[in-house]
């Protein structure tokens, strides 16, 4: 494939994203917390493989280990998914002026 397809082909995704009423700012957001949070547990089973494949877990590695299990333990307690799926609520952008619907909301104090 070559390049001027490729672009072609982003070009065309992100035009249906755009019809089907879901603002590309949100969706990129999405993938980037989706990454994000499966960045530890890829890192972690890439370990293990290794430790099993050496047949012995180093001092170094078994620190390696227990270190990304915590961070993972850390990432996915309910507190923290919810302020990030609520921090992804505020990029929702439904008509499309470029400023987030949530923000546009008036204070009804």
């Known amino acids: 494939m070559t390049k001027q397809e490729l672009i072609n082909k ?12 879901i603002h590309p700012t949100g969706v990129l957001a999405t993938r980037l917390l989706v990454l994000v ?7 972690v089973v890439v370990e293990y493989v290794l430790a099993f494949t050496k047949g012995n877990v180093s001092d170094d590695l078994g620190k390696l280990i227990t270190v990304g299990i915590n961070i993972i333990d850390h990432i996915f307690i309910p507190s923290v998914l919810t302020a990030l799926v609520g921090f992804l609520a505020l990029w929702v952008d439904r008509d499309g002026d470029g400023i987030p619907d949530q923000l546009e909301k008036e204070d009804k104090r």
């Open 37 to 43: 949070m499966l960045v530890p547990i890829l890192l």
């Open 10 to 21: 982003a070009k065309d995704v992100f035009q249906n994203i755009r019809i089907a009423n």
